[in-house]
């Protein structure tokens, strides 16, 4: 009981289920494509089924990744890819991937759909919450328990806000670097030279959440101007 009395606890909750929430994009886009061409009274089955399987393969992964950062030198090295993946969160820029999900016919076929393509998309989901659990799998599973409903039954009003209010997306991005921080910082080999320089980790906070969101920004208003220069 006393692990759920900490500040640590709430707050690394508090950021799985914002990292779930704002990376929801994909997945409401998987399930919406995988069962739109079922009979209408098997498409809330076919989410619904396919969505707990995919929480099953999600939190599986996301356990073995916390085993994986065990590995020296692996959380550093995903903390620097957390960074990639909350600038190209913020920009719009998914590498190229496209969301190509053929619908599917039956009832079976939609629940796999939806749990294969999750796992497959779902890299940046998977590094983002192990690195904000920190260890822990109590805080995968209820972060997944939190937010997974949330998106099944909120995906289509979730993407609405975010088209909304872009500015929702800057809040995670803001997560996601502050979580890309903790890990590099809490790396096996570099804890004990950060342990006696506090000042240089909170400096690395500020630069690393400052300039993930700013040079986000400076892409987005470059990318409107031009946008605007073209219509004209």
Same mark, same amino acid.
């Given at each position: ?7 640590? *606890? ?10 779930? !929430? /704002?990376? $929801? ?22 989410? !619904? ?14 356990? $073995? =990744? ?7 030198? !692996?959380?550093?090295?995903? #903390? ?17 991937? %496209? ?20 796992? /497959? ?29 949330? =998106? ?10 975010? %088209? ?24 096996? *080999? ?5 342990? %006696? ?12 959440? #400052?300039?993930?969101?700013? *040079?986000?920004? !400076? ?14």
């Amino acid at each position: 009981m006393e692990l759920f009395m900490t500040t640590e *606890f709430w707050s690394a909750l508090a950021a799985i289920v914002v990292i779930d !929430l /704002v990376l $929801a994009g994909d997945n409401a886009i998987v399930i919406a494509l995988a069962a739109r061409n079922l009979p209408r009274q098997h498409q809330r089955k076919a989410i !619904l089924w396919g969505t707990a399987g995919a929480v099953v393969v999600r939190a599986s992964l996301t356990v $073995a =990744v916390l085993w994986l950062l065990q590995v020296p030198g !692996l959380m550093l090295a995903g #903390g620097v890819l957390l960074v990639w993946i909350a600038y190209r969160l913020l920009t719009g820029d998914d590498g190229g991937r %496209e969301h190509d999900v053929a619908p599917s016919a039956s009832f079976w076929a939609a629940m796999r759909t939806i749990v294969v393509a999750d796992a /497959v998309m779902g890299l940046d989901n998977v590094l983002a919450v192990a690195g904000a659990a920190h260890g822990s799998a109590l805080l995968v599973v209820l972060g997944l328990v939190i937010s997974i409903p949330i =998106v099944v039954w909120g995906s289509t009003l979730i993407l609405h806000w975010l %088209e909304r209010f872009p500015s929702l997306l800057y809040v995670g991005g803001a997560v996601l670097a502050w979580t890309a921080v903790k890990m590099i910082t809490s790396e096996p *080999f570099l804890e004990a030279f950060f342990a %006696e320089r506090r000042g240089l980790v909170n400096a690395l906070y500020v630069l690393v959440a #400052g300039g993930t969101l700013g *040079f986000a920004w !400076l892409r987005n208003r470059r990318a409107l101007a031009q946008k605007s220069l073209q219509k004209a």
